[in-house]
């Protein structure tokens, strides 16, 4: 690392600011970041839905597949899904991935794991009273559930699913380590341009920031506003 | 006043203002509470009752006008505010006891934590109050386990612990089914008996009429009125005073 | 699409990977230490009535959490020997981050927990004659602590495979070492299956027990 402490702290906002001058690298990163993190949700969303439905249904074998998913998926690091999904999954089908579909895939399964969660948990907590009094009416299962249910459930799943998002944009970080070039990757290469890894991370951290804060002001809101007793 | 009825008064209350944000809660409140006096507050909801008892212990701080306990006034800055509050108990509405502990360790806990008794002395203290309130067998009952009027028995006794000069109470029933009432009302009667200086705000007009040696009445923040109970249920000066026990239907000759 | 599975390469190599378990196991400890004691007071002084102290606590909490791990180990990693002058071995510089890291989510917990005691507890305390500090330390935090221990039992999880991430600055745990072992066994199929079955193995029975944490206080209340 060149330069003394005493150098290198004096120059730091001037090294801020050349930093700065590589902002289309950097922006591309973090366009990166939103892509892959907005597919991880939306993929992971549509996966948690149908894994927490066949739960609750316990649907015969499909429960305990959809179970063994999601707890496996609980109990195993990002870094080790995405590492399995980028190195070895390609050997094993014979069909290389690139680092970005290996990188969405890993976090959209991750995604659907902990989604399915909170879909679970949303739909389950609305009260046994409410699907007794639909099917009394005489509505199918899927009706009260459509009409009933879900809609109540929905505001329950805002916050979390809110959060979900924060931790998928962090997390897309990892995907630096299988070379997707979104924020962590760009900032890593541009680290080694320049020289100046301390300035370049400290950049990054507040660009990550600078997407996180907001959506985290969100979440807040959504709280208040849909599940103030929790 | 005269020297010696200075002497007399524990608690002083001077011009008492409180406003929470834009509403005025407490208009100008003075009011002198003399030792060995039981003074019950009453008044519609609202009227600011509450407010004014937990200005006496500054659970609330006044916005202006002063409080003085024993002379010395506790509204000022620098006030060691819980050295103040071991001189005034309080027992709460919600009771307000320590889950964690066990009836005789609620009792024992000011004692030990705030007096630095040894563990032998406060356990004597404590097992001596709860036989004063009644709950003896109760001691090593934890408060789930105990009914509404237990648990306010044992705040009374956890409050008293503290060998406090005067005792102050919020609503002490309002929060009990209509028949655990008594044996917290007697608890507080017996207190009065002993000559503890009470400040209770309340509902329970015949324990005021009985036990009070003076009535407070409070609407909207003021004090409208005060005097000797006979003279407040029977024969009060003011038409709001009149007009809230109409109210209540409270009927003299019932009793 | 035949790939054939030869764990024979676990030979001799199992040993090497568990011993990355055992360092895995080890930082998650330490690093849970250090951040329950560094949030503990951070969430305490989160309530506190001064101001400063409640925007700087919170202006680290948001930023801690607001902030992918891999960013602050790797920044802690390379600035911090420029800063101090001090050069931190990898595993230190792993814990630290990881502990910093936790901490906020921690502060956090702790936070909650205290706010969710009624506030007639704490006016009990007070009309006793106890001081601020006797109120948290006898009355609030004993009734906090059990509210609390799910999420941080939900903590201790989420570390445990975070360790994982350390593996970047080449700490020798679990996921570094079977990195390594892939590479030089030519067999990263086998050897990155048995290190996800490891940190599941290891882990699934944690998490079920942080469920019934959350379930046995649900029940209770």
């Not at chain 1, 609980?74 to 390609?90: E, F, G, M, S």
């Not at chain 2, 360790?105 to 036989?131: F, I, K, W, Y």
């Not at chain 3, 570390?159 to 570094?176: G, N, R």
């Not at chain 3, 590479?183 to 699934?204: D, K, N």
């Amino acid at each position: 690392m060149a330069g003394s402490a005493q150098g290198q702290r004096r120059g730091i906002l001037g090294a801020i600011s050349e930093v700065f001058q590589y902002w289309p690298f950097l922006l591309s990163g973090v366009v990166l970041t939103v892509q892959v993190s907005l597919i991880a949700m939306i993929c992971g969303m549509a996966i948690g839905m149908v894994v927490a439905l066949i739960r609750i249904a316990h649907v015969p074998i499909a429960n305990g597949v959809a179970s063994l998913y999601v707890d496996f998926f609980r109990a195993t690091p990002v870094l080790a899904q995405l590492i399995w999904i980028y190195y070895a999954l390609p050997i094993i089908t014979g069909r290389s991935l690139t680092a970005f579909v290996a990188g969405s895939i890993g976090l959209s399964l991750y995604a659907g794991s902990f989604l399915s969660e909170i879909f679970r948990a949303g739909i389950l907590s609305v009260e046994r009273g409410q699907s007794e009094a639909a099917l009394a009416l005489g509505m199918s299962r899927s009706q009260a559930m459509r009409r009933v249910i879900l809609p109540q459930a929905v505001t329950r799943m805002l916050p979390p699913i809110g959060s979900s998002l924060i931790t998928l944009v962090k997390d897309s970080a990892l995907l630096s380590i299988i070379s997707v070039p979104e924020l962590m990757r760009q900032s890593e290469t541009l680290a080694s341009l320049t020289f100046r890894r301390m300035e370049v991370l400290t950049v990054a951290a507040f660009l990550y920031f600078a997407l996180t804060y907001p959506l985290s002001r969100g979440v807040d809101y959504l709280h208040c506003r849909f599940a103030p007793e929790s | 006043m005269s020297e010696h009825e200075a002497h007399d008064v524990l608690i002083e209350v001077r011009n008492l203002d409180k406003s929470f944000g834009d509403l005025q809660v407490l208009r100008g409140i003075d009011l002198n509470i003399r030792r060995g006096e039981v003074v019950v507050i009453i008044g519609p909801s609202g009227s600011g009752k509450s407010t004014l008892l937990r200005c006496l212990n500054r659970l609330e701080d006044p916005t202006s006008g002063s409080v003085k306990i024993d002379g010395v006034d506790i509204t000022t800055r620098n006030v060691n505010l819980p050295r103040v509050r071991r001189q005034v108990g309080m027992v709460f509405q919600h009771f307000n006891l320590f889950p964690h502990m066990t009836a005789l360790e609620n009792v024992m806990e000011g004692p030990r934590t705030v007096l630095h008794m040894s563990r032998s002395d406060a356990e004597c203290l404590a097992q001596g109050l709860l036989v004063k309130v009644g709950l003896a067998d109760k001691a090593n009952g934890k408060p789930a386990n105990l009914s509404g009027g237990q648990q306010q028995r044992v705040a009374i006794a956890r409050a008293l612990a503290m060998n406090p000069d005067a005792m102050l109470f919020d609503e002490v029933t309002s929060a009990l089914d209509p028949e655990l009432v008594g044996e917290v009302l007697n608890v507080m009667r017996k207190l009065a008996d002993e000559g503890m200086t009470m400040v209770v705000v309340t509902h329970e007009m015949s324990f005021a009429r009985r036990v009070a040696d003076r009535v407070v009445f409070l609407d909207q923040g003021l004090l409208v009125e005060e005097g000797p109970p006979d003279r407040i249920f029977h024969r009060a000066g003011h038409e709001r005073t009149r007009q809230f026990l109409d109210q209540l239907h409270w009927d003299i000759a019932s009793e | 699409m035949g790939y054939e599975w030869r764990f024979d390469v676990l030979e001799g190599n199992l040993e090497f990977l568990l011993g990355g378990l055992g360092l895995t196991i080890g930082l998650s400890v330490l690093s849970m230490i250090g951040s329950l004691i560094l949030g503990l007071l951070l969430g305490i002084a989160r309530l506190s009535p001064w101001r400063g102290m409640q925007f700087v606590t919170t202006i680290y909490s948001d930023f801690l959490r607001g902030t992918p791990l891999l960013v602050q180990l790797l920044w802690i990693y390379y600035s911090l020997p420029i800063l101090t002058g001090v050069v931190f071995s990898p595993i230190a510089s792993a814990a630290i981050a990881l502990t910093f890291n936790l901490s906020a989510f921690v502060s956090e917990i702790f936070r909650a927990g205290i706010q969710s005691i009624g506030r007639g507890q704490r006016e009990a305390a007070l009309a006793l004659g106890m001081t601020g500090w006797q109120t948290m330390t006898r009355v609030i935090l004993p009734q906090a602590v059990r509210r609390v221990i799910p999420p941080l039992g939900s903590v201790w999880v989420s570390l445990f495979k975070d360790t994982a991430l350390v593996s970047v600055i080449a700490v020798p745990e679990l996921m570094y070492r079977g990195k390594v072992l892939s590479i030089e066994t030519y067999r990263p199929v086998e050897i990155y299956t048995v290190v996800a079955l490891i940190y599941f193995f290891v882990t699934f029975p944690q998490a079920r027990a942080v469920d019934w944490l959350f379930e046995r206080a649900r029940v209770r209340s």
